[in-house]
């Protein structure tokens, strides 16, 4: 049976807050994606957003990313709402993330008629999730706790002003409010191969995303942002066999978010809005810098095409 307690101020101002109603005439909801494409190649985002020629398609890798998502979003979900023994009794998570992944890959084949995997590979997938999921709920109370915690929401929306007539949309995966401490925390699943190498850890773009989320949370729904933590749940596929000590399969990472690292990003999410977007929330059509490299490059759908004349080497 659920909990049945009092809700919170942060739980109430969640609850009662009404988003701005955007009008679409003046108005422009951009996401983080769309910013982050921006700040790795100017001319990417220009195809990608105003020529509007979105070559992106689903891989194997997003699926089992959503899928793992929304695994561990229910769990914790029932946790909190009841308790970590009712969830562990209720909840079979490796079914759960198994008929997850297939219906995902089922709606993409049905939307394309593209098969991006096989069985043989699909089932490597599932094992590795597998694998994660186990590790998560016997290590279930390192990382979640119900004692004196409650669980704020799941993909919390956010609608926030960014500059002019320019708004940054987006969901959080996990916010959690510490009733003693008084305190949120504000967590970002993410899934990886092996994980975050420190070279990762420190690419300010790859942290951006959560402290705009520290940001624009507090000032939506008046909150102290210094009452605010965040974290990386990074969980990881594959993990290096060693016989020396146990490889965990999920990695936490918590980035500093303190008002000078939070000013940065917010300040270059800003001029990407000035830079992109005229008074009226439209485009600007102009011609936007190349930023031609390997790390670019690599993933770039444009590279070596018609779309870019700047040849990326191999």
Avoid at 1 to 12: G, Q
Avoid at 92 to 115: A, G, P, V
Avoid at 208 to 229: C, G, M, P, S
Avoid at 277 to 299: A, M, T
Wanted: hydrophobic share 35%; charged share 30%.
């Amino acid at each position: 049976m659920a909990k049945n307690t009092p809700l919170t101020d942060v739980e109430l101002k969640i609850l009662y807050h009404k988003p701005p109603e955007l009008n679409y005439a003046y108005q422009k909801a951009i996401s983080y994606s769309q910013y982050s494409v921006y700040a790795t190649c100017g001319h990417q985002w220009y195809n990608s957003y105003v020529l509007n020629l979105n070559p992106y398609s689903n891989s194997i890798h997003t699926l089992f990313g959503t899928a793992m998502h929304e695994t561990l979003q229910n769990y914790l979900t029932v946790m909190y709402e009841n308790s970590g023994v009712f969830a562990d009794h209720t909840i079979k998570l490796d079914e759960y993330f198994q008929n997850r992944f297939i219906e995902l890959y089922q709606d993409h084949y049905d939307k394309t008629k593209e098969h991006i995997s096989d069985a043989v590979q699909m089932r490597e997938f599932f094992e590795d999730g597998k694998a994660i999921l186990e590790w998560f709920k016997k290590k279930r109370n390192k990382y979640f706790s119900n004692r004196g915690c409650k669980l704020v929401g799941i993909e919390i929306p956010l609608l926030v002003n960014v500059s002019n007539n320019i708004f940054l949309k987006g969901f959080i995966d996990v916010v959690i409010y510490d009733t003693d401490l008084d305190k949120l925390y504000i967590y970002d699943i993410k899934t990886s191969t092996r994980g975050w190498s420190d070279r990762e850890k420190k690419d300010e773009l790859k942290v951006a995303q959560i402290l705009l989320y520290k940001e624009f949370f507090a000032k939506q729904y008046n909150f102290d942002v210094e009452k605010i933590e965040v974290e990386f749940f990074i969980v990881k596929r594959k993990i290096y066999d060693t016989d020396d000590f146990i490889i965990p399969r999920i990695q936490q990472f918590k980035p500093a978010s303190g008002k000078g690292k939070r000013k940065k990003v917010v300040d270059k999410l800003e001029l990407f809005a000035k830079d992109c977007f005229d008074s009226l929330g439209k485009p600007i059509e102009k011609q936007y810098i190349k930023n031609v490299g390997e790390k670019s490059c690599k993933w770039c759908p444009y590279v070596n095409t018609i779309h870019c004349d700047q040849i990326a080497s191999s």
